[in-house]
């Protein structure tokens, strides 16, 4: 194969990450090279086998640090961006990371005129009071201003997995009696699929998206807090006391807990912020086709897929049968 018809070469930043690893994998069975970006390429060789020999490098990156950015993206046809962080730790502030990072990549995207695809989330507003939703919301216009046409996704809560919402509070369940209901629990969440996500991106880099839009992806079901909870504990059959936790308290609980120096906090401030805005798909979205279902994608049903990964939490693990609660 001469280098004039080698497939695409696209550069997929947090690719080692939730929702990057599965998107490596759409695009490894759609046959692009794939040139894997992270922090840590040494701990990312578990994506190897998701490609043909060859097909997946792996290159040293670091939003916050330029020159690494610029040299991930040369040569390469499109970029991806997926890197996101849920709470700041050390130097990966919001604003380093999803805001000075984003338009890292943007320029460097553009420099060597490569399409971009950049996943953002849904709540994304500059004008917001949480530091999460307000860099995001920067991010956008910025990636927006650098590359017109560029596509931008605004997933909901994402499940899959891996993910950090479901297994969290399925960890939870396991250790402690009660679960905690921020603000009552009625604020309204989207959840998608993580697969769902992969393969909308998968199509943007194929050119079949149309370009320069905002896309918002959300799930068959519109739950609430508690409603997700009910759902998660009845998957892994247990029973739990869901204590409301008003969202002052809440707050002055997620101040506290990042001031230990945990890995992961439960709860953060900014956290609490979040969830006092439904995290749903707007309806200028739905009406204008910018969904999931207005690209042709019927989304997974929530409870269809969470069985497949939280099965390790029942009391007995997959042999919990549907008999009584723990």
């Known amino acids: 194969m001469t280098l004039s018809n080698l497939p695409p070469l696209v550069t997929v930043f947090g690719g080692s990450g939730f929702v990057g690893r599965h998107v490596v994998r759409a695009l490894a069975r759609?046959?692009?090279?794939?040139?894997v970006a992270v922090r840590r390429p040494d701990l990312a060789g578990f994506l190897q086998p998701l490609g043909n020999v060859g097909q997946i490098q792996f290159v040293q990156a670091n939003l916050r640090y330029r020159d690494s950015v610029d040299r991930a993206v040369q040569g390469a046809d499109h970029v991806i961006n997926c890197v996101g962080i849920l709470f700041e730790s050390g130097r990966n502030s919001f604003d380093s990371v999803q805001e000075f990072g984003a338009r890292a990549?943007?320029?460097?995207a553009r420099a060597v005129g490569a399409k971009l695809t950049h996943v953002s989330a849904i709540g994304a507003n500059a004008s917001s009071q949480s530091i999460y939703a307000s860099?995001?919301?920067?991010?956008?216009?910025?990636?927006?201003?650098?590359?017109p046409d560029a596509v931008i996704l605004r997933p909901s809560i994402i499940f899959g997995p891996e993910d950090g919402f479901f297994n969290k509070f399925a960890a939870m369940a396991r250790m402690s009696p009660f679960l905690p209901l921020i603000g009552g629990g009625q604020t309204r969440f989207q959840p998608v699929y993580v697969e769902d996500v992969a393969e909308v991106i998968a199509r943007s880099v194929e050119g079949k998206i149309a370009?320069?839009?905002?896309?918002?992806?959300?799930?068959?079901d519109v739950l609430t807090f508690k409603q997700c909870l009910e759902l998660m504990l009845n998957v892994i059959n247990r029973k739990r006391v869901l204590l409301n936790?008003?969202?002052?308290?809440?707050s002055l609980m997620g101040s506290v807990s990042t001031?230990?120096?945990?890995?992961d906090p439960p709860l953060t401030k900014d956290q609490v912020t979040l969830l006092k805005?439904?995290?749903i798909v707007s309806p200028p979205a739905k009406s204008e086709g910018r969904t999931l279902e207005g690209l042709g994608i019927e989304p997974a049903a929530l409870g269809a897929v969470l069985p497949t990964y939280l099965v390790h939490y029942r009391p007995q693990g997959q042999y919990t049968g549907s008999g009584k609660a723990a």
């Open 259 to 263: 001031m230990v120096p945990l890995i």
């Open 245 to 250: 936790v008003p969202f002052g308290v809440a």
């Open 211 to 220: 370009r320069g839009k905002i896309y918002e992806l959300g799930g068959r």
């Open 30 to 35: 759609r046959g692009f090279r794939i040139r």
């Open 135 to 147: 860099t995001k919301g920067r991010a956008e216009a910025a990636v927006m201003s650098l590359v």
């Open 105 to 108: 990549v943007a320029e460097a």
């Open 277 to 279: 805005t439904d995290n």
